[in-house]
């Protein structure tokens, strides 16, 4: 069985690493607000304290531990640090079996959604089999039970999940508004003040961008980000090398790079 959701790894890499890149960095992205939209763990997020205390860290290192094991694999020797830094993280950390699933589901779902809305092509369901049978490898490497047998059943407990627990909460907008700067980051200057427009387009979602404080995404806007951003993919090459380099993919948190244990709260 192990075998066989291994199997899926090598194809969902190319996916990451190569072919839609920069789909699946934003994708990664978005998928991070998610938690904030869910109130009982958006109140779990604020008592354990690590993103008020340090949010721009925070983000940083969980897109680093995504890309360590997707580029590793969840049995490599980095993949199997990064497995035992988040079964740490979690250990003792209140939730239930699917609020569990549902966090890790969003690392799934949320930047597939982003693919088929905005990026250069729709995922072929070969390859979206592909990215479940990673995610179900890793959760099961991190203690999770999953019973789901392919991405459509995945696909179906996430929305169903949605839709009875999303809502808005004070934690989740505090939580939001201490991290949507990480995004006004990656826009020109003369455009921070439109994050909040654009990221409610992104997510096209009413209850979504309810819970999270934001306006009803604009359809003409929405429209005019899909149309830019599947220009953008079509006219980027396919880039020759990874663009995750462990170790050296670094960023303002890590100028020079990183060692595996740097990564997670800061003395623990």
């Known amino acids: 069985m192990t075998a066989d959701l291994d199997a899926g790894a090598p194809r969902y890499r190319e996916l990451v690493l190569f072919e839609l890149s920069d789909e699946f960095r934003m994708g990664f992205f978005l998928s991070y607000f998610r938690n904030f939209a869910v109130p009982h763990i958006a109140k779990t997020l604020l008592q354990y304290g690590e993103i008020v205390r340090d949010p721009i860290k925070r983000s940083y290192d969980t897109a680093i531990v995504i890309y360590e094991l997707i580029a590793d694999g969840v049995d490599g020797p980095r993949g199997e ?25 969003t690392l799934l779902i949320v930047p597939m959604d982003y693919i088929d809305r905005f990026g250069r092509r729709s995922l072929r369901r070969e390859e979206k089999e592909a990215a479940f049978r990673f995610y179900t490898h890793l959760g099961q490497r991190m203690g999770l039970t999953i019973e789901l047998e392919a991405y459509d059943e995945a696909e179906k ?21 201490l991290t949507v700067g990480l995004y006004q980051e990656r826009l020109p200057r003369a455009m921070h003040r439109l994050a909040r427009r654009i990221l409610s387009a992104l997510f096209a979602d009413d209850q ?37 380099v462990p170790g050296r993919s670094g960023s303002k948190v890590y100028p020079s790079g990183y060692k595996l244990q740097d990564l997670g709260p800061r003395g623990g």
Not at 83 to 95: F, I, N
Not at 170 to 175: H, K, V
């Open 81 to 105: 640090a990064m497995v035992s830094l988040l079964r740490r993280a979690h250990k003792g950390v209140p939730g239930s079996d699917d609020d569990f699933l549902y966090v890790l589901l």
């Open 157 to 177: 407990f996430f929305r169903q999940y949605e839709r009875a627990n999303i809502a808005a909460s004070l934690e989740g907008q505090r939580l939001f508004d």
């Open 208 to 244: 979504l961008n309810m819970a999270l404080g934001l306006s009803p995404a604009n359809p003409t806007l929405t429209k005019v980000l899909r149309v830019a951003l599947r220009l953008k993919a079509k006219c980027k090459f396919r880039p020759r090398t990874a663009t995750f």
